[in-house]
């Protein structure tokens, strides 16, 4: 997936999380994670935003995510839609699993 802007997926709310994703030429995938429950979840919570951008075939990006609690789902779905929204693609791929 190629990043052509910035795009940008929830909330601040409890419960949720705000996922910036921009493009970046090289250099892969850096991560700015700031989290309410860090210490207890936020090499999970990195690993599935980096998992899910993996899925996505998107390799270099700056990802800032700010976090108030998501649930793995939410952090997934919050992911997918701004790494859509930075690729200005409405092709989604939904499935189930």
Sequence with gaps: ???V???MAGT????????????KEDG?????LTSSVMQQFGRQ??????????NLGV???AVTA???G???CTVKARTNCAAYRAAASEDYKWEAK
Aim: charged share 30%; hydrophobic share 45%; aromatic share 0%.
């Design 1 to 3: 997936m190629k990043l």
């Design 5 to 7: 802007q910035k795009g």
């Design 12 to 23: 601040m709310e409890s419960s949720d999380i705000m996922v910036t994703v921009e493009p």
């Design 28 to 32: 892969g995938i850096s991560l700015d």
């Design 45 to 54: 919570i990195e690993a599935v935003i980096r998992e899910t951008l993996a």
């Design 59 to 61: 390799e270099n990006a």
């Design 66 to 68: 700010v976090d108030k």
């Design 70 to 72: 998501a649930l793995d």
